[in-house]
């Protein structure tokens, strides 16, 4: 099984649900499943995460300051198993971005999860240009849905990333 977080620059929202997946991931003992993060932008291409996000991400004990920023590529929907985004937004311009050969299923990440909490549309909010209560009320949305993430995939048996 193979998960790729997608959101706009790949250096807040997919950061620190990364993060928060691979650490409840290994605790659940599911660290055999792939995650990694991607932006469908370029403008932070290898840069770390944005300072408040690793901070907030540290503050419960998840370390993502060595994550670096890349673009989603077209190898990405063959790689993985499931592209799981962010938001409306970044959904569709993944399913735009989509080529013919693709294997993995695209959706929202929180739907995907089946995180009750999630309201709305689903969608993670940007904390780029807010604040701290930001970045931390993101980080709420993100771990809410690795909890929720974790017990679909134990539920599914993760055999054949598919479900």
């Not at 792939?34 to 901070?55: K, L, Q, Y």
């Not at 990440?109 to 970045?135: C, K, L, Q, V």
């Amino acid at each position: 099984m193979q998960l790729l977080v997608v959101c706009l620059g790949n250096i807040c929202r997919s950061p620190m649900a990364e993060g928060a997946l691979r650490r409840r991931l290994e605790r659940a003992g599911l660290a055999h499943v792939r995650v990694d993060s991607a932006g469908t932008g370029d403008w932070h291409v290898g840069e770390p995460p944005d300072r408040r996000a690793i901070a907030t991400a540290a503050r419960h004990g998840v370390d993502i300051s060595g994550l670096r920023a890349r673009q989603l590529q077209a190898a990405d929907y063959r790689r993985f198993d499931w592209l799981l985004c962010a938001d409306l937004q970044n959904l569709r311009d993944v399913q735009a971005r989509q080529p013919p050969d693709a294997g993995a299923r695209i959706d929202l990440y929180t739907r995907w999860s089946g995180d009750a909490m999630a309201g709305g549309d689903g969608a993670i909010p940007d904390p780029y240009t807010g604040g701290e209560e930001h970045f931390e009320h993101v980080w709420s949305v993100v771990d809410a849905a690795a909890a929720a993430a974790v017990r679909r995939l134990r539920a599914a048996g993760t055999s054949s990333g598919r479900d």
